[in-house]
């Protein structure tokens, strides 16, 4: 899967570069939180956008594969 995410500065870039390259969400978890407390925060709202892209890409796909959203539905209960 692929995210584009427009806007980004060099520093929110490289951000989410290493976000991406953790294995689960444990690992993001351990990354943010081991690095300096100045960049946590940015660090939280990239990971928040690129959850965002990643939604905004399954909604995109819901015409697509609506076997896929009933699914989601179901599970949200």
């Known amino acids: 899967m692929d995210i584009t995410i427009t806007g980004l500065t060099p520093l929110q870039r490289d951000l989410a570069d290493k976000i991406w390259a953790c294995d689960s969400e444990d690992d993001v ?13 940015q660090a939280r709202l990239v990971h928040e956008l690129m959850m965002a892209a990643v939604w905004d890409d399954v909604v995109e796909k819901q015409q697509e ?3 896929v959203m009933e699914l989601l539905d179901n599970l949200r209960g």
Do not use: S, Y
Not at 29 to 41: D, M, Q, S, T, Y
């Open 65 to 67: 594969f609506p076997e």
């Open 29 to 41: 978890v351990e990354f943010i939180g081991a690095l300096p407390k100045r960049l946590r925060g």
